[in-house]
């Protein structure tokens, strides 16, 4: 039984200071129903656009936010206005791009200029000033707040926030490359993706006789194209046929045969084995270490009969699949999968027990840890349990995980409404039975029609109420793994009917490995030319890594 014994507040020293008659704290109030009011003007049009442009056409900045936040005053000869130039800097951190990237972005498509409501075109250097003289802190805070409500709305109506690209094959975007030509030549995209698939595929081996009529290359690439192309094994085989360089190709039955030789368990350790060597391939391109990772969980839905199915979770009557639980390097790294584990839970129509979701995550940072330096660890609200606050201290590292607001957390809430404060500091002491250890929640202001205006994290860093608002930003970092499992699932997941789980398991896990392979090949594209890689956009896009594979499916010369 987990207990946590919560101390008492200290309103005079763990608050910030400030009362509802405060004339500033009505001020800052005001700003956040502004800020509000503009996340819900973008919330409406990504429902209903097909792009990031079009939603910043069609928002206008809160004139409230000028007005009070603007720190140049109207005679300042600045020649942008409020309005665009914070839409400017909306489009760059909402596409990940540097100042002069976006800069380069804006002259050469007018119509994302046109978009933003700019009629020039900044330099980097007056993007730079502007963010370091223009805008004030609670400004930089109010645009990094909008970002990551905007990717939230984004990954949740489906509507892509890539960089807007040219339709021709024409690309600046590495102009130090020795060669004068700007773009990546198919040679060396294809070099790289044979460089990157050695590094892959090597590790999974199924033992097959060395007179066998495929060799496990010939099925690894099948998988990689029916996973892409987004079909079964019956279909996908013969698509494949005419695509590979091999004189013969195997049959779809043939396929699942081969891929039921593996173990779920040797699934697991093969995938570890070709991280490893991946992470091996950039080790001239060193980590930001130590590193934040994040952990999620995905479902992947079953409709078929779930008698003597244990894998499968849900109830008798609603939602039912797959689940599986990744770890990931976010924030300052290459968004690479480190871990992946299937979930198991109780289900009516099996004698599972209880997910003990601690135990998963002990697996899942044990083996991060052995691959890179972990410092923390994110998690959305699934991970709120005492134990699993417990086990990420035990295993010696930092956590910031959102707190479901029971009565505990409602009550603390009202005492600050009640007080007008924005944010609060709340000292705790984790008590289980495999340890204890000191903690921290933290109330923070939150502009969201779901929720009453504040958020809890729990943590255990020891975070003082004035870095408690900016130390909860980081969990933004997490909604990487949203897009990451969007694109595991729409261009590199096959499609199969088989009630197997070797099948099942063998499927998400080599989708995810695909996902590698594809971040692996942009990296060490963008390494052939600097090995200071800031910017972790792709350059090479998923599907055109797909094309790619497609086209040049053939052995390892």
């Known amino acids: 039984m987990e207990t946590t014994d919560i101390k008492t507040i200290n309103w005079q020293t763990d608050v910030h200071p400030g009362h509802r008659d405060d004339p500033e704290s009505k001020a800052r109030k005001k700003r956040r129903l502004a800020m509000w009011h503009y996340q819900m003007k973008a919330r409406s049009k990504l429902r209903t656009s097909s792009s990031l442009i079009e939603t910043l056409q069609a928002t206008t900045i809160p004139d409230l936010l000028r007005e009070e936040l603007d720190t140049y005053p109207g005679w300042h000869p600045a020649p942008y206005d409020f309005g665009p130039i914070v839409q400017a800097f909306l489009y760059k951190e909402l596409t990940n791009r540097n100042y002069e990237e976006v800069a380069r972005d804006l002259q050469r498509w007018p119509e994302v200029s046109a ?7 900044p330099d980097a250097s007056t993007f730079s000033r502007t963010w370091r003289n223009r805008f004030p802190e609670e400004l930089r805070d109010i645009v990094t ?31 130090s490359a020795e060669s004068n030509d700007d773009v990546f030549s198919s040679q060396q995209i294809t070099q790289m993706l044979k460089l990157g698939r050695s590094y892959a595929f090597a590790p999974f081996d199924s033992e097959r006789a060395d007179n066998s009529s495929y060799d496990d290359s010939c099925f690894l690439e099948l998988q990689s194209y029916i996973g892409m192309v987004g079909c079964g094994a019956d279909q996908g085989s013969r698509r494949f046929a005419s695509h590979s360089h091999r004189e013969q190709t195997p049959h779809g039955d043939t396929h699942l045969r081969a891929v039921k030789q593996f173990d ?13 060597q991946m992470l091996g391939a950039i080790d001239h391109l060193p980590l930001q270490e130590p590193v934040t990772v994040a952990i999620d969980t995905t479902t992947i839905p079953y409709y078929g009969t779930v008698e003597d199915m244990p894998m499968v979770s849900g109830t008798k009557h609603e939602y039912r699949g797959y689940k599986f639980a990744t770890l990931t390097l976010v924030g300052r790294n290459v968004p690479l999968v480190l871990a992946v584990e299937p979930v198991v839970e109780s289900s009516p129509w099996d ?10 995550v002990r697996r899942l940072v044990r083996r991060a840890k052995q691959l890179v330096t972990v410092d923390t660890v994110v998690c959305d609200r699934e991970f709120d349990s005492m134990d699993v606050f417990q086990t990420l201290s035990n295993l010696n590292v930092n956590y910031l995980i959102p707190k479901r607001t029971m009565q505990t957390e409602a009550t603390v809430i009202e005492k600050m409404d009640s007080a007008g404060e924005d944010v609060a500091v709340e000292a705790a002491r984790v008590n289980v039975e495999h340890g204890s250890h000191e903690m921290r929640f933290c109330y923070v202001p939150t502009a969201s029609e779901e929720s009453d205006g504040t958020a809890v994290f729990a943590t255990n860093v020891a975070v003082s109420p004035d870095d408690a608002e900016g130390f909860c930003r980081r969990y933004s970092d997490r909604w990487q793994i949203e897009n990451e499992y969007k694109t595991i ?3 590199f997941l096959a499609t199969t009917s088989s009630k197997d789980y070797r099948v099942r398991s063998f499927y998400f896990v080599f989708a995810v490995l695909l996902y590698n392979l594809w971040r692996l090949t942009d990296l060490l594209l963008k390494a052939g030319v600097s090995t200071e890689i800031v910017d972790f956009a792709p350059y090479l896009t998923a599907g055109e890594f797909i094309d790619y594979v497609a086209k040049y499916l053939r052995p390892i010369d």
Do not use: C
């Not at 970002?147 to 094959?169: F, G, L, M, P």
């Not at 779920?264 to 490893?276: G, K, Q, R, V, Y």
């Open 264 to 276: 779920p368990d040797e699934i697991l350790s093969a995938f570890d084995d070709a991280t490893e």
């Open 351 to 360: 004698d599972n027990r209880p997910n003990q979701m601690h135990r998963l």
């Open 115 to 121: 978009a933003i409501g700019l009629d020039s075109v």
């Open 489 to 491: 699932k729409h261009d």
């Open 145 to 175: 707040r909008w970002v990551r409500k905007i990717r939230e709305y984004a990954h949740k109506y489906d509507v892509s926030i890539q960089t807007v690209r040219k339709e021709s094959t024409e690309s600046d975007a590495f102009e």
